[in-house]
């Protein structure tokens, strides 16, 4: 088994190797004086096991092109399994025609991967579970509940209500519920245009209640800071969040500052932006165990089962 690490989260990509007590392997990965790609793996792969760790993070198209060039060259370097471990998989909230003449990005996107080289796709909470039919090859989609929901039976809250943000998020909220043994409500929610949402109420009670929102991801933060205001006109006593990717696009930061959320839980799937990162607001919690037990089953070919519960 050898692990090689994209530019766009080489925090994760270490501290899944530290797990595994493995070295990352060897290669250069750099630009051309014209901006183009420069990568070469600098040691034998021929028949290896081989697991490229890259986020669909900040410049998104450009670590997804890297990832496209990584996967190529293992590919002809003979490498006996090839499997993109995609912490945060990109473009996965275009996976239906929403309106008339627009892509399915994440359909392309698997189309992509299998034509690079990859074998099998290691990910974490994709935006629509489904988008693992998009894929003719394994897809092993973790989920970070565990992690998170492990973090928040420390914080010994009374009276815990878990949120979903909107009625799509349903599933997943009931889900982290029921692992906590909480309550359940929902946010109805209104989106005239894209990055634009509207709440108008809680389904549910959550006076007195302490809260946590609970979504994969947080982006432009709106939808997440009007949640918090539905929220506080219902009488919730202490409002968190937890998201599994920080995407943390535009202003989201300074929304979250200036809203009621006490703590925000994310994960390492995307590395902080500095902003965030030097934020009281936000805590990370690490997925680097989950992801080095799923390569090491992987590996061993045993189940990776599991670890999606």
């Known amino acids: 088994m050898k692990i090689f690490s994209g530019s766009s989260n080489p925090q994760l990509a270490r501290r899944i190797a530290g797990y595994l007590n493995i070295e990352l392997g060897r290669c250069v990965l750099d630009r051309f004086a014209d901006g183009e790609i420069h990568f070469y793996i600098d040691e ?44 945060y998989f990109a473009y996965a909230r275009q996976d239906w025609k929403d309106r008339p003449r627009v892509p399915i990005s994440a359909r392309l996107m698997a189309d992509l991967l299998e034509t690079a080289g990859a074998n099998r796709v290691l990910t974490m909470d994709l935006h629509s579970p489904q988008i693992q039919g998009f894929f003719s090859i394994p897809v ?33 909220a009931r889900v982290f519920a029921k692992r906590l043994d909480a309550r359940l409500a929902i946010i109805d929610k209104r989106r005239p245009a894209p990055n634009v949402a509207q709440v108008l109420h809680v389904i549910g009670d959550v006076k007195d209640q302490d809260v946590v929102i609970f979504d994969d991801m947080v982006d432009t933060a709106g939808t997440l800071t009007l949640g918090v205001n539905a929220l506080k006109r219902e009488g919730a006593r ?47 919690l690490s997925v680097a165990e989950l992801f080095g037990e799923a390569i090491r089953r992987i590996n061993e070919g045993s189940s990776v089962s599991s670890l999606f519960t």
């Not at 670590?63 to 912490?87: C, N, Q, W, Y």
């Not at 202003?251 to 979250?256: G, L, S, T, Y």
């Open 44 to 87: 034998n792969v021929r028949g290896e096991d081989v697991f490229v760790i890259q986020s669909g993070c900040a410049d998104a198209n450009f670590h997804l092109m890297e990832l496209f060039l990584m996967l190529d060259a293992f590919k002809r370097a003979s490498a006996g399994r090839i499997t993109a471990v995609i912490p």
């Open 238 to 284: 202490r409002i968190f969040a937890a998201c599994t990717h920080p995407v943390l696009s535009g202003e989201a930061v300074d929304r979250i500052e200036k809203s009621g959320l006490e703590k925000v839980f994310v994960t390492d799937t995307i590395p902080l932006k500095d902003r965030a990162s030097h934020s009281d607001r936000f805590q990370m």
């Open 140 to 172: 092993d989609n973790l989920m970070a509940a565990p992690v998170i929901a492990n973090h928040i039976k420390t914080l010994n809250l009374e009276n815990l209500t878990i949120v979903s943000p909107d009625a799509g998020g349903v599933g997943r």
